[in-house]
């Protein structure tokens, strides 16, 4: 079994729809992270979190410790919006990040 | 944009020839980390390095190599290429244990073993 499960792996939506993503881990985390890596490849960093939500723009990231889960949510969604959403978590007392395998999300006009 | 770069970004060798990939920064950060991303599973830690001369095995070592002398520089040898090397791979590059601690990504080296 993985250590970090995204749900689910692939997701389609029309534009304007609301997104969810879920990301459930079975280590001990200081932080999760939610990158995002466009079809050129290229991956960009969308949140570090260890506790509560955060929001930028129309993303929202939230974690729940105890229950060792969190979700990204997309708001309005756009085609624009479509890439691989990943999912990794950094163990306690190290620098190093575990990736959950990815969410592929395509959204049409 | 973190400044990162690979090199090269694409390559095609055949089995058995040694290869190096270079990533390079221009943010002074003192964490560097090579991975591989391969389909089905999620980005994969081969080596990092926690300053100069200061390198760790991450969790798929086997069959890579890595050196760095400079600050800026983090390469990534495979001695003998194999066809099971046949991946995209990242570097990446930290802070450490600093607020905010984040991982920047290079562009990514797409490598084909013939």
């Known amino acids: 079994k993985n250590e970090v499960e995204q749900s689910p792996q692939n997701l389609t939506a029309q534009e304007g729809e609301f997104i969810t993503i879920n990301c459930s881990y079975s280590?001990?985390?200081?932080?999760l992270h939610w990158l995002q890596q466009h079809p050129g490849g290229g991956i960009v960093s969308l949140f570090m979190?260890?506790?509560g939500k955060k929001k930028h723009g129309r993303l929202i990231a939230t974690i729940n410790i105890q229950e060792k889960h969190s979700s990204l949510h997309i708001t309005a969604s756009h085609p624009r919006d479509s890439a691989v959403y990943i999912c990794?978590?950094?163990?306690?007392?190290?620098?190093?990040?575990?990736f959950g395998t990815g969410t592929r999300l395509q959204v049409f006009p | 944009d973190a400044g990162i770069t690979q090199s090269p970004r694409h390559k095609v060798t055949e089995t058995g020839t040694p290869v190096t990939l270079r990533c390079h920064q221009t943010?002074?950060?003192?964490?560097m980390y090579w991975y591989r991303q391969d389909p089905g599973h999620g980005l994969r830690l081969i080596h990092y390095?926690?300053?100069?001369?200061?390198?760790d095995k991450g969790e798929v070592s086997d069959g890579y190599s890595v050196s760095r002398s400079k600050t800026e520089d983090f390469l990534l040898t495979l001695e003998s290429a194999t066809s099971s090397q046949t991946s995209v791979y990242f570097c990446?590059?930290?802070?450490?244990?600093?607020?905010?601690?984040?991982?920047?990504f290079g562009p990514g080296t797409r490598l084909t073993v013939t």
């Open positions: 943010e002074n950060h003192r964490y």
């Open positions: 990446a590059i930290s802070q450490g244990r600093q607020d905010p601690y984040e991982q920047y």
């Open positions: 280590v001990g985390i200081s932080a």
């Open positions: 390095s926690y300053g100069v001369k200061d390198t």
């Open positions: 979190l260890s506790s």
């Open positions: 990794a978590v950094r163990l306690t007392n190290t620098d190093k990040l575990i």
